[in-house]
């Protein structure tokens, strides 16, 4: 790994200084907006998920790449995220898992890195400001701090509209189960599709496939996914499952959750720093039990702006809706990750209720 | 669920002496239960043997009973107490056995008293290997093929099916005593039979040997509703075949994906649920195949640990106060979390540093004993160190043992290993001892590739990859010195990016110093120079993702700081380090209190300590907590941030406490600004401590002491002994715990000493020894009375005499081994008189502010019983190790006393303030015994001398001495018979004192037998020998004649209490033998002939009086209506013959 001087900047000025990894862009930078997750373990399911398109990751664990890169815990087919901070980069991988080492992976995918950051300086001045842009890189400073006054964040930008798949593809089920799902892609995880195919077929279709598509696939349910992004900036998404609603179930996870609530008629808001990280406490309040989360979201669902709807789930944290039903409806979702990847599988029940709620609205 | 409102009180147990394998961390968690129970309004009743722990301060339970941890005295507690609730999961495996054994006995159930924490049904799942084992494969989970066994036969079977090697693992142990891994038949036959002697229900596992997979702990607590959580995960250093006590451990888990890590969750919880473990906090741990990823449970503790200690330190979640609030009722997500304040405890702590332990062995000590690591711990304490890095981590934590090391090698004792040639360190470094970590690193820095280290250790190839990135930033470093080697050349050549990366890895000032051959503050000076100053990150629970409420840092080298400036004058107390034989917990109760007395006078307190076990390094405790190694730089740091934050609008740092913590802070005196050590300066500790200072100081104001010199030469040592004559205590200078010190009784026993002294083998590694401190010769005093003074002057002159205490054992048996007694009833009011006298000159021409300890010598007089000529041995201007001791006897916080007069109160103005009160008038008497390791080591000779070797110490307190005195060899694990035969062997110079121990135990009805030079004496004196026994064969293999010999006697089980004093040295000795076969058989030993006089008066008062119990609340407050009050006025009037 050769060592290279690098820096970031951010948009409002704060400079951090560290060492290159991963691809090298020829311009020398790489912008985006920066998030932090706390996860301890789980970086190249993070790295690998969709949802971080646009965004440079944080980790604020400071050891990362130390068991290297397999080719079943990728959470899509190459990452998406814009780049990645951390505090020491591992040189070896080590685990019997281990088919690569990390920076072979980032550079393979052309994502690149810095190091030796003060990860936990830039962490608490996300928390204090906000999620920012910003660039990092190689390149002079001056050039950097350029390229962070021009960098955007997400907001306002369709980033579902990057990342979705092009075209529909199938995945068969893994259990004996005949229900048909169809999976609207606003950036889907594997690990999603690992635990819905235990229920059911998959057909996984484009953001942009509309109502009458879908339901010209006679599907027992309709899951909507994951996704990069502001809410607010998705189109179509919301119309296609407002008119979905009603004739056929519906379970949304974190993206999906913001766009059956905008379906519904609510609004999301940005919050600070978001979530991101594995150990966030929901409460199921339908059952009182306290879950260990997955979390990865910026955007949060306003629930005084939803009516008919019956909030299900809430983050103990700091009291942000975590899910809904809409029981007449035949909807629900949640705004946490279910199926992890990484993250604990404490909520794993939710996509056995989906399963439920199909069969009960099939009977 | 809120608190249980149907319960009222909660009697608590703790876990008793500190013992290997059972150390401070139990003060730790206890304390923090009882602290919280009693904030939920619950009366507390606290059941602890241990008196140098804080949770038996009278103000953290509503009763303490500093009595013994066993069945019957808990039952008295029981009766007397009637609580509603027996909390057992906090106070170790001592506090878990004793609820079982109450529990399986029907007394909780005749007392109508509930198990709250563990039931008893869980306790019995995770303990009983067997049940355990079906419980996990009935869940379907792995576990390493074994079988159960309960005699010889049974073993032979299991491992018939096999085959070798085998872990042996007796059932309801603690620290994995009597567990071992046997590879041959020979080993197997030998660990079956000791593991079925050392578990209590004989019964041991045998199972497949996974040594060398690699090894994880999980940290789990469950609530009531069933809400589980992970608060650390712990992966090992050492690979499976270390017992975990033993393993250099790190957290969080390092080379796991998050798919194997979140599978080991989910079978935790399995675990925990199935065990049924129902509140609270256990640990399950796993074993995984490095090549396969297997994993396989290995076992669970239904209980807190060393390991939950460890992660509440590393992680800042505090996993026993949470344990006693979920035994009560409360569910997670009810209990805020302490550090955020705004968020619950139902979450995981996510953690943005790494954490290493390491743990702290005491080898040196025990001559004989085989320094290898297996799965029996040995380790006597443990430091933890946090870094950004595990590089930093690790060697922070290097430089926090108190071993002189500065870090991983990169100093002057890396040469031991360096020497070695590579095949032979391979070899060396394949078996796991506490040299390993150096021998690796030594390893990898001379080429030897990460693969073949992993192949002969088994560390796993990421931890040793990261040691390679030390071996290779060092050799840059050194690359700085150029073909001129010069040193200052290189400090100039280092810009900022080349400091930041050699301190970012953990590399010290020190460690510098050595490499480039300059002076540390020369290091320290440049270093600051570049800019490159030490920065305090929080630990928060959530890598920052809240904000801190709580100052609990810890120092690294990044871009910026997160101590926060407040207003008050502040106070810096430096802890004393980890547990080790002569500095435990005594001097952690010493900064806590500190801690106590100056926050409540208003000061802002500072500790600084790397202990993970102890209460100092409760966040709770001080105002803010440094974890940092007590090196200079750690301290120097901690200080200019403590100064940088004044300058910022703070208060001022008023100064530093050097002399609460033993040895280790009381060595920095000297490198820190003399204005800012608080009580006593540097300057009078030195002269106390500097053998011709000294010697002129006690001529000065003519107080006797015994003659002596100091030699640096063996030619001098002998020209002194020719002048003082023998038998002679030599000693070295500034060490604790009498490290290396020996009494000699002929030229060769000197010369013999000297070499083990000068040959700095193991001293060498000892904190601020150096072969150039000369050594202490001082003519030896036979039969003499040793006592202990603790005192306190304060800076207008007033002395105030804290406690004086008269040794058990004569002199020459170290004070940290000896049973000491208060009052001290052997001694006439003439002799007490003159030893406050001289006490208080002492403490004066010494210009003491703050506590000091004197150690006395009072030749034994045969004209006047409990008077002679008072000699002084030594005096040390610091807490010792006996001021808890005295605290909890005599009722007045003489550590509170100390730190707010070296903060500058007088002693009148505590007074009049209400914190220094009068000792309390009651009629008790407290016996201190000490509790030595000799189990864990069975090679070596369980005899006391002047060098100490207990891990801890019990008090027994009652009315009459012996009662005090059998309370306190019942509370350290020797249950004094009552009736049966004692077996004597004694030293010639014992014999005395021994005929009237016979005599006495002939009197209570005892058989007597003796080896045939101490029967002819015995006889002599009118003592009824019964049998006279045979002498050993020197090889223990040549035949008797058909007599029984004293080693087969015992192993019969014909004695039910041994006396041998030591004759000579070294195992060649019939004694030792002796010994031994007590130790193996467990049958009480005492080694000298007063222990056994004492030992015969308690065994006389127990068989005559009822077994009482009182709280020392109750003592305190001279609360004591004794139906024996003719016999305490009788020994009040009498001074008794201890000895």
């Known amino acids: 790994m050769s060592v290279q001087s690098a820096a970031i900047i951010l948009a409002d000025g704060t400079v951090f200084e560290g060492e290159s990894f991963g691809a090298a862009p020829t311009t020398g930078i790489t912008t985006g907006e920066f998030v932090f997750n706390t996860v301890l373990s789980g970086y190249q399911e993070v790295i690998s998920d969709p949802s971080y398109a646009g965004q440079i990751i944080t980790f604020t664990a400071p050891h990362i790449g130390n068991y290297g890169v397999n080719s079943t815990d990728n959470e899509s087919e190459k990452p998406q995220c814009e780049g990645i901070v951390v505090r020491e980069m591992s040189r070896r991988a080590s685990n019997w898992r281990a088919e690569s080492d990390l920076v072979s992976y980032l550079e393979l995918h052309g994502i690149a890195g810095i190091g030796g950051i003060d990860t936990r300086r830039l962490t608490r001045h996300l928390r204090d400001n906000g999620a920012l842009p910003g660039a990092f890189g190689t390149a002079s400073e001056s050039a950097l701090r350029e390229a962070a006054l021009a960098a955007t964040g997400t907001e306002g930008t369709d980033l579902v509209a990057r990342v979705t798949t092009p075209h529909a593809y199938s995945v068969a089920a893994t259990s004996s189960a005949s229900r048909t799902i169809v999976a609207l892609d606003l950036g889907i995880k594997t690990t999603i599709l690992r635990n819905l195919s235990q229920y059911g077929s998959i057909e996984v279709v484009p953001a942009s496939t509309s109502a009458e598509q879908i339901l010209s696939l006679s599907p027992d349910g309709v899951f909507i996914s994951n996704g990069p992004g502001d809410p607010a900036a998705v189109a179509d998404v919301p119309d296609t499952l407002r008119e979905l609603l009603g004739k056929v179930p519906l379970f949304g996870i974190c993206m999906g959750h913001q766009m059956l609530a905008t379906a519904l008629g609510g609004t999301t808001y940005k919050l600070p720093f978001g979530h991101h990280g594995g150990n966030h406490p929901v409460r199921d309040l339908t059952t009182n039990k306290v879950e260990i989360t997955s979390q990865n979201h910026n955007y949060c669902v306003d629930v005084d702006s939803l009516a008919h709807v019956e909030v299900t789930h809430r983050n103990l944290n700091d009291s942000t809706v975590e899910g809904f039903e809409c029981a007449e409806l035949s909807a629900f979702a949640v705004q946490h990750h279910p199926e992890a990847g990484p993250g604990p599988h404490d909520s794993r029940y939710l996509f056995e209720r989906f399963a439920e709620l199909m069969d009960r609205s099939a009977s | ?1139």
């Open chain 2, 1 to 1139: 669920m809120p608190r249980r409102e149907d319960i009222e009180s909660i009697l608590l147990i703790g876990s008793g002496p500190i013992v290997i394998g059972q150390a401070c961390e139990f003060d730790y968690s206890g304390t923090q239960a009882c602290r919280v129970l009693k904030e939920e309004g619950y009366r507390v009743i606290l059941a602890n043997s241990n008196p140098a722990t804080i949770m038996t301060d009278p103000d953290f339970a509503d009763a303490t009973y500093i009595e013994p941890l066993v069945a019957d005295v808990l039952e008295r507690i029981l009766d007397k107490e009637r609580p509603d609730a027996v909390l057992p999961t906090l106070g170790g495996q001592t506090a878990l056995n004793l609820a079982m054994e109450l529990s399986d006995t029907g007394v909780l159930d005749a007392y109508g008293v509930e198990l709250i924490g563990a039931d008893a049904q869980a306790i019995r799942t995770a303990e009983d290997r067997d049940l355990f084992k079906k419980a996990m494969i009935e869940i379907g989970l792995n576990v390493p093929e074994s079988g159960i066994a309960h005699d010889m036969t049974q073993a032979a079977a299991v491992l018939g099916q096999l085959g070798l090697p085998v872990v042996i693992r007796p059932a309801y142990i603690l620290g994995g005593k009597g567990t071992g891994i046997a590879s041959t038949q020979a080993e197997f036959e030998f660990m079956v039979a000791r593991g079925l002697d050392a578990s209590p229900i004989t019964e041991v596992l045998i199972e497949k040997s996974i040594a060398g997979w690699k090894e994880f702990e999980l940290e789990v607590m469950r609530d009531k509703a069933d809400n589980c959580v992970i608060i650390c995960s712990i992966e090992n250093f050492d690979p499976m075949g270390v017992h975990t006590g033993d393993s250099i451990t790190v957290a969080p888990a390092q080379t796991l994906t998050d798919v194997e890590y979140q599978l080991m969750r989910d079978t935790a919880f399995q675990v925990m649920r199935r065990v049924g473990v129902e509140t609270g906090g256990s640990n399950v741990q796993f074993a995984v195949h490095p090549e396969t990823g297997e994993q396989a449970i290995i076992e669970m503790n239904p209980r807190v640990s060393r390991s939950s200690a460890l992660a509440s330190k590393a992680t800042g979640f505090p996993i026993a106060k949470i344990a006693a609030k979920l035994a009560v009722g409360y569910t997670l997500d009810e209990i805020p979390n302490d550090i955020t304040k705004m968020t619950p405890a139902s979450f995981e702590p996510s953690i943005d540093y790494v954490v290493t332990k390491v743990p702290r062995w005491a080898f040196e000590k025990f001559p004989g004993a085989e320094p290898t690591l297996g799965t029996q711990m040995q380790s006597v304490g443990e430091v933890m160190a946090i870094g950004r890095t595990f590089p930093e981590s690790l060697q922070k934590a290097m430089r926090s043992l108190e071993q002189g090391r500065q870090g991983l090698n990169c100093d002057s004792a890396e040469q031991q290993f360096d020497q070695i040639e590579t095949a032979e360190l391979m070899v060396q470094a394949a078996i796991g001892t506490p040299d390993r970590i150096f021998q690796v690193e030594s390893l990898l820095r001379r080429g030897v590739s990460v693969e073949d280290v992993f192949q002969a250790t088994k560390i796993d190839r990421w931890f040793l990859d990261q040691i390679l990135m030390l071996c290779e930033e060092r050799s840059a470093l050194a690359a700085h010195l150029g073909p001129e080697e010069n040193g200052s050349e290189a400090l100039a050549s280092l810009d900022r990016q080349d400091w930041r990366r050699a301190k970012r890895l953990g590399f010290g000032d020190a460690q510098l110093a050595y490499l480039w051959n300059l002076d540390d503050s020369v290091v320290r000076a440049a270093r600051l120079a570049a800019g490159v100053e030490a920065t305090y990150k929080t630990v928060d629970t959530c890598a920052a993702e809240f904000e801190a409420e709580t100052p609990y840092h810890y120092g690294t080298y990044e871009d910026d700081s997160e101590v926060a400036p407040s207003g008050r004058d502040k106070v810096i107390i430096l802890g004393s380090g980890p547990n080790r034989i002569g500095q435990g917990i005594e001097f952690d109760y010493c900064c806590v209190h500190a801690c106590f007395a100056l926050s409540e006078a208003g000061f802002e307190t500072i500790m600084v300590n790397c202990n993970p076990e102890t209460v100092s390094t409760d966040y709770d405790t001080s105002d803010r907590l440094y974890f940092e190694p007590l090196s200079t730089e750690g301290v120097l740091n901690v200080i200019d941030a403590e100064q940088r934050s004044a300058e910022q609008g703070g208060g001022k740092l008023v100064g530093v406490i050097v002399s609460l913590g033993g040895q280790t802070p009381l060595k920095l005196a000297n490198v820190l600004p003399p204005e800012l050590i608080l009580g006593t300066s540097a300057k009078s500790i030195d002269a106390a401590e500097d053998r011709n200072h000294w010697s002129a100081l006690c001529a000065r104001l003519e107080i006797p002491q015994p003659a002596g010199a100091t030699a640096t030469t063996l030619e001098e040592a002998l020209a002194t002994t020719d002048r003082i004559g023998f038998p002679a205590l030599i000693r070295p200078s500034y060490v604790l715990g009498g490290r290396a010190m020996e009494i000699v009784y002929e030229s060769e026993d000197l010369e013999r000493a000297w070499m083990a002294i000068a040959s700095n083998g193991s001293l060498g590694r000892e904190g601020g020894l150096s072969a150039d401190r000369p050594v202490l010769i001082d003519r030896f005093l036979e039969d003499a009375t040793e006592v202990d003074v603790d005192a306190i002057r304060d800076h207008t002159g007033e002395v105030i005499i804290g406690g004086i205490m008269e040794h058990v054992e004569e002199a020459g048996v170290h004070s940290g081994d000896s049973a000491c007694v208060i009052p001290p009833v052997g001694l006439s009011d003439a002799t007490i008189a003159v030893i406050e006298d001289y006490t208080k000159r002492i403490a004066t021409s010494l210009d003491v502010k703050g506590l000091i300890n004197v150690q006395f010598a009072v030749k034994r007089s045969d004209e006047i019983p409990g008077s002679g000529q008072v000699f002084v041995i030594e005096a040390n201007p610091r807490a010792s190790r006996t001021v808890p001791f005295v605290a909890k006897a005599t009722g007045v916080p003489l550590v509170k006393i100390a730190a707010r007069v070296m903060c500058g109160a007088t002693l009148e103005e505590l007074r009049v303030e209400g914190l220094l009160r009068p000792k309390v008038q009651g009629d008790h008497i407290a016996v201190k015994e000490a509790v030595l390791p000799w189990s864990r080591f069975p090679e070596v000779d369980a005899v006391l001398g002047p060098e100490m070797r207990s891990t801890g110490e019990v008090m027994g307190i009652d009315t009459s001495v012996g009662m005090a005195f059998a309370k306190s060899q019942l509370a350290a694990g020797d249950r004094m018979p009552t009736e049966g035969t004692v077996f004597f062997s004694l030293a010639d110079r014992d014999k005395v004192v021994g005929a009237r121990a016979a005599q006495r135990f002939v009197s209570l009805g005892f058989r007597i037998v003796a080896t045939s030079g101490t029967a002819a004496y015995l006889t002599e004196q009118g003592v009824v020998v019964d049998q006279v026994v045979a002498k050993i064969s020197s090889d223990r293999t040549g035949s008797n004649d058909g007599e029984v010999d004293g080693v087969e006697l015992i192993s019969s089980g014909g004695v039910d209490l041994v006396v041998n004093s030591p004759r000579g040295r070294g195992p060649r000795a019939d004694g030792a033998h002796i010994r031994r076969a007590a130790a193996t058989h467990l049958v009480p030993l005492v080694t000298t002939a007063s222990a056994a006089l004492a030992a015969a008066n308690g065994i006389g008062d127990w068989a005559q009086s009822d077994l009482q119990v009182r709280s020392l609340q109750e003592f305190h407050a001279g609360v004591w209506v004794s139906e024996e009050s003719a016999s305490e006025s009788y020994q009040r009037a009498h001074p008794v013959e201890l000895r």
